[in-house]
């Protein structure tokens, strides 16, 4: 049985598909035979466990899965189709001198050479020796993903070399394609040009292509995230184009049947548009995918008004935005007559990250088996990329992942775990070390029920680690089957914080749940509503934005809900428990809203956006002063939010450095700034006004020295805090620090900040008030025991 299900039950779910399969192709007649193909290869490839979940998730992702393999064929075919009608086709270009051709030639032969590695390599094993993208993977111990990434990168530096030194290359080389060659060498430089040109598209026009872009940089350390390959931009416009993800949303009254929403998708590591990327939205009507434009943008224009889901998106060489089906965080409203543009969404790019596994002495453990045990998030369930690999005879493995996935290493009885964090997306570098540890084999069971004790499907349950701070013990997710049974594998005997969430019901929660607990039930209840709008600072409604909503315990926030809104009207409704509860709004363009405090039931909430202050600068390398591109500058603190759209998203440098910052709320303002190759770092000390400029400001970041890994650089007091009832923990001390020399020790509890107490400020706006000028002091109230105890603390230069 599948998953419990009988095969006839199988094909019943599949006929809830076909919607989804009439959204992805055209007609009914392909809608049937994505079908029934689905149907096929789900009897036949039916996996082994039976965990009793409903197979409506898997077979979703199957069916997908089989429509792209059908469009990857589709697309193979039409090529070859059309370089054969090239090859039959009369050559010859009045005007262009044969020398020219050759000249050319010699010149794509000696850019060849000259390619980087991996890229160069990769193109030569594809075109001049043959081999297929699977069979590179596998000779090279790489993900086929990877391959045909670097193919497609080797062939833009390919243009752009050729951009740089022939002008007039696409027009020279033109009658070489279906040119019959006689040698090996000559006919794969021939394919090469093929690719370069285009034979999907016009082989040569007279304009010369876009001139290249510098290599992006990593993302930061606190949002790390690999760049992606460089894209070629457009010539220098006139005017100087805004910072990327720094436009605000708009709505426009004009006719549209079922309203419109239209945006782009971009890099987040360079601010480009992904083109090609495929959005799939969902509705109870059916599911609607549209692709990007050459530039990302993309355009979502129903046939009827509704309220639809982003359930994923794909684009390759990115990782994909797919999380658990029916469980997206990204909700959009549409209406008649009303057209929402200039919405932004993000996708990170999948590079290389290279891994190492050793032993417990420091040798390499070839032949150790590695997988992904999780992510926090959850965004890559139903679409994720390989999550095995194999270490090679130096322990060495390549992978993607997203931001603080986890990863196992297996060889033999010995075991180790690590977490790709901030500074492993900047060195690209993972190390695994094998131990003596068990195996993470236990597993937390259970149901979970409505109000009146029936049972509720399609739940999403989720098991965090308890404690503070990361580790390298994964959060794992789990939704439920139709008897609300669920069960989360992969787990060790210490500590998780359950909670479970699905629409029209609050969220539930259990804390400190022990690895390997059965018989756990979760009772979600229709809950109390927290509802309002979010507007600007004239009152208008603001048609998209990120809602965060956290419980208020103290100094304490734990979030609750986390939802990316698109409304035209700025509207919004939750259902929570009862309690007190502290809600922000967030959008692109936009200062963020003040923590606004409610009790469950409100229903009048109005959460002001301002305008707020923009920031302006330039990132340089310190080593040599030169302009560091794709730099990812963002407001410290304030995360949250999918992926896809984040609460803070920030921005990144343009070619020669500079940026704005905008949306910068009043008060105490620091930002982080980080770049591949480069210790990140936290400027503070500043101080920003509603409608105000900063700046411009002049940022130095020093690079990493050979083997050496990143470490934060900032102007703090040198303690780690964490909230613990209505004061904050120190958690501990950084050496030769401020704080150590005024005499603070780990287990002191902070309970002021200048006068001013920190449970109604958090761990976030007591960092804020901390941050400032070195050399300047800050007073802090501590809590030692029974007596309270007052230190002024001189801020310092610090790396952590």
């Given amino acids: ?84 009608a090239l090859a039959a086709a009369e050559h010859g270009a009045p005007g262009i001198d044969p020398i020219d051709r050759a000249r050319v030639l010699e010149r794509l032969a000696t850019a060849l050479v000259a390619l980087d590695e991996p890229y160069r390599a990769t193109v030569i094993r594809r075109y001049l020796d043959g081999r297929t993208a699977a069979a590179i993977a596998r000779e090279l111990g790489v993900p086929a993903g990877t391959v045909r990434w670097r193919l497609k990168t080797g062939l833009a530096r390919l243009r752009a070399a050729l951009d740089d030194s022939s002008p007039r290359w696409q027009r020279a ?21 093929l690719l370069l040109l285009g034979v999907a598209g016009v082989a040569w026009r007279a304009h010369a292509p876009p001139a290249p872009r510098p290599e992006p940089a990593t993302a930061p350390a606190a949002t790390a995230r690999p760049p992606a390959a460089p894209r ?9 184009e805004p910072s990327p993800g720094q436009g605000r949303a708009v709505v426009e009254n004009r006719e549209a049947a079922g309203g419109e929403l239209s945006g782009r998708v971009i890099n987040w590591s360079t601010g480009d548009g992904v083109a090609g990327a495929e959005l799939t939205f969902t509705a109870d009507s059916g599911a609607l995918t549209v692709r990007t434009h050459d530039d990302g943008r993309f355009e979502l224009a129903p046939a009827a008004p509704g309220r639809f889901t982003l359930a994923a998106i794909a684009a390759l060489g990115f990782l994909p935005y797919a999380p658990e089906l029916s469980h997206s965080s990204v909700h959009v409203a549409l209406a008649r007559g009303q057209v929402v543009r200039g919405i932004t969404v993000f ?183 927290l509802s309002g709008q979010v507007v600007d600072g004239a009152g208008q409604p603001v048609p998209a934005f990120t809602l965060l909503v956290a419980r208020r315990a103290g100094a304490a926030r734990q979030p609750v809900v986390e939802r990316s809104l698109v409304e ?22 936009l200062a963020p809203s003040a923590p606004t405090a409610a009790a469950a039931g409100t229903t009048d909430l109005r959460l002001v956006l301002s305008t707020g202050a923009v920031l302006r600068g330039t990132v340089l390398g310190s080593d040599d002063g030169k302009p560091l591109a794709y730099a990812r500058v963002m407001r410290e603190g304030l995360g949250g939010g999918a992926s896809a759209s984040p609460a803070n998203a920030g921005t990144v440098t343009r070619a020669d450095g500079t940026f704005e910052l905008t949306g910068i709320p009043p008060g105490p303002l620091s930002i982080t700034i980080a770049a591949g190759g480069y210790h990140p770092r936290i400027e503070a000390a500043m101080t920003a006004t509603d409608g105000d400029s900063l700046g411009p400001l002049t940022i130095s970041l020093t690079p990493l020295a050979p083997g050496e890994q990143p470490s934060l650089e900032l102007v703090g007091i040198g303690v ?78 610090l790396k952590a």
């Fill in 347 to 529: 996708l990170f790019p999948a590079l290389d990250y290279h891994g190492t596994v050793v032993d417990a002495h420091g040798a390499p453990a070839a032949g150790a088996r590695v997988r992904l045990l999780g992510t926090p998030a959850g965004e890559q369930v139903i679409d994720r990329p390989a999550t095995e690999w194999t270490a090679d005879r130096d322990g060495h493995f390549t992978f993607h992942a997203a931001d603080d996935a986890v990863l196992e290493a297996v060889r033999g009885a010995a075991r180790g775990w690590a977490r790709l964090d901030g500074g492993v997306a900047i060195t690209h570098q993972l190390t695994i070390t094998l131990g003596d540890a068990p195996a993470r084999d236990a597993a937390i069971s259970g149901r979970t029920l409505d109000a009146t004790g029936g049972p509720l499907a399609d739940v999403l349950v989720r098991a965090s680690p308890a404690g503070p701070g990361p580790s390298t013990r994964s959060t794992v997710f789990a939704t439920t089957g139709a008897g609300g049974e669920f069960a989360l594998t992969g787990l060790d005997r210490g500590a998780y914080d359950l909670t479970a969430e699905t629409v029209d019901h609050a969220p539930a929660a259990l804390a400190n749940v022990p690895g390997g607990t059965r018989d756990v039930t979760l009772t979600l209840d229709g809950g109390l509503l």
């Fill in 1 to 84: 049985m599948l998953w419990g299900v009988k095969p006839d039950a199988v094909l019943s779910e599949l006929e809830g598909l076909r919607a989804l399969a009439r959204s992805l192709v055209h007609g009914d007649s392909d809608a049937d035979d994505l079908v029934q193909d689905t149907a096929v290869a789900a009897l036949r490839d039916r996996p082994s466990n039976a965990d009793d979940r409903p197979a409506r998730g898997w077979l979703a992702a199957v069916l997908r899965n089989r429509w792209r393999m059908d469009r990857r064929s589709a697309a193979r075919r039409a090529g070859r189709e059309q370089a054969v």
């Fill in 720 to 797: 780690a805090l964490t909230a613990d009832g209505d004061a904050l923990r120190v958690e501990r001390v950084i050496a030769h620090s401020g704080a150590e020399a005024a005499g603070i020790v780990a287990g002191d509890r902070v309970i002021a900040v200048d006068g001013a107490p920190v449970s109604p400020l958090g761990v976030e706006g007591t960092v804020a008030k901390i941050r400032g000028v070195a050399g300047s002091t800050v007073s802090l109230t501590l809590r030692r025991s029974d007596r309270d105890v007052v230190l002024v603390v001189q801020r310092r230069k």
């Fill in 173 to 193: 080389l033109g009658p070489l394609v279906g040119v019959t060659v006689k040698t090996k060498t000559s006919t794969s430089l021939v394919v090469i040009v």
């Fill in 232 to 240: 070629t931009a457009p010539a220098a416009a006139p005017a100087r």
């Fill in 568 to 589: 035209p009207h700025g509207r919004f409704e939750v259902r929570v428990t009862g309690g007190d509860y502290e809600l922000r709004a967030s959008a692109s363009g």
